[in-house]
């Protein structure tokens, strides 16, 4: 179900639901939901994009000391490529929301859609900018999947995974001619499956 309602109005039990890693080659699309203690600000929110590494990692922690509630979920390569990158978000998302150890009243979504849920939700364009709760979710799922993609460069060494974190530079391009994709790769994305394909 979803509401159209000003979010600027609701402070409490409102879950943010955000999601990494719907652009990269490789690697799952993981998602986070955060609902927010009141009581327990948290100074500095904001779109993790727009945040260092350092910071960044304080929050990871922070977040998960104060909230609420938090969940980290996540969709595989496979599941992105059978459903494709969109819906395979969604059932990220989903995941988080249920995930949940508190049900919220609310879920607010970044972005200018939102997954089927169990409770009244509604997206927020640029919400990782504007809701603090989304923001918390950002951070969550940048945060985990940055680590884990530093653990994937170390199993799958050439690639350069921890640098560009799978997204298509240059670097992962021709890496990918040269060495051909991974089990991690993304089979449904044009250049991976180009490859396959021996188109290139």
């Excluded at 599941?79 to 990158?85: G, S």
């Excluded at 169990?118 to 918390?136: E, F, H, K, M, N």
Aim: aromatic content about 4%; proline content about 7%; hydrophobic content about 45%.
């Amino acid at each position: 179900m979803q509401l159209g309602l000003d979010f600027t109005l609701v402070e409490e039990l409102v879950a943010g639901v955000d999601e990494v890693g719907r652009g990269p080659l490789c690697g799952a699309v993981v998602t986070a939901a955060v609902i927010l203690d009141p009581q327990r600000p948290i100074i500095g929110l904001n779109d993790s994009k727009k945040l260092s590494e350092a910071r960044r990692d304080r929050l990871f922690e922070e977040i998960q000391e104060k909230a609420l509630a938090w969940c980290i979920a996540r969709a595989e390569v496979e599941e992105i490529d059978r459903l494709n990158i969109l819906h395979a978000t969604m059932l990220a998302m989903q995941r988080a929301v249920a995930g949940l150890s508190v049900t919220p009243r609310l879920a607010l979504i970044d972005g200018n859609r939102c997954p089927k849920l169990a409770v009244p939700s509604a997206p927020v364009v640029q919400g990782d900018s504007r809701v603090p709760a989304i923001a918390a979710a950002s951070i969550l799922a940048k945060v985990s999947r940055d680590r884990e993609m530093q653990v994937l460069d170390q199993r799958y060494p050439g690639y350069g995974i921890a640098v560009h974190k799978g997204y298509p530079t240059p670097m992962h391009l021709e890496a990918l001619q040269r060495l051909g994709p991974t089990p991690i790769h993304r089979r449904s994305f044009a250049p991976v499956r180009r490859l396959l394909e021996g188109e290139i």
